[in-house]
């Protein structure tokens, strides 16, 4: 059994005053709920104050948005795998299409940091997916194929199993238009496959796969329905510490 993984990318948001008056509306409305990974990914300077507020949050993990694959050193204006650590990260997001495009993050670039996440004991959320000109074009599965093979390569199969991937198709994000579920689900039963393909079905059954692109509370339970959407990757929504709650909440009552 894949345990579901609901993920808060708060992007550029985020001051650690509202990080701190999040924490005390989110944990309350979260309570006991334990089924369901909860895993929040601040921007960088509200890291250390967001896993100090977790600390007696059992169960409730934190994440970085991006970091460099170097060890520390002479790379200024980056951050590296053990300054995550030192601040509790479990996870680090990495390829996500604002990096892609903004910041001309390409697979060998993505590979690099997944490799260096994974040598630090960090799981990476590595973020794939189309945009609407290559959906239109039919090429959803030639991107996901390249995505996968280039931003997952030399990773061993039990490596992969700690890697969750997100799927957001570009179209998605921030746009209101979420995938249907039937939509998400091929697209998520495609990347499994790819897994099986070149890492075994071993790997395949126990890689998490997130959802990603306006997830909020109302869609939540039919896409995580899906029988291969173990969870979602969630921007605007997780902002609204009670909307991400339901979010979770949602999760969980699918779970039964
Ligand atoms: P939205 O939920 O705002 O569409 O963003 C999705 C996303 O990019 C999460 O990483």
Partial sequence: MRKKIIAANWKMNMTIGETE??????????????KVEVVIVPPFLAIAKASELLRSAQGVKLGAQNMHWEKPGAFTGEVCAAMLRDVFCNYVVLG?????TYFGETD???NKKVLAAHANTLRPILCIGETLAERDGGLVEKVLDTQIRGSMAGLTAEQVEETVIAYEPVWAIGTGRTATPQQAQDAHAFIRKTVAEIWGQAAADKVRIQYGGSVKPANTAELMSQPDIDGALVGGASLDPRGFAEIVHNTARVLG
């Avoid at 008056?21 to 334990?34: C, I, N, S, W």
């Avoid at 996500?96 to 892609?100: G, K, L, Q, T, Y």
């Fill in 96 to 100: 996500h299409s604002e990096r892609r």
């Fill in 108 to 110: 060998a670039i993505v």
């Fill in 21 to 34: 008056a999040f924490f005390g509306t989110f944990l309350r409305e979260l309570g006991d709920e334990r």
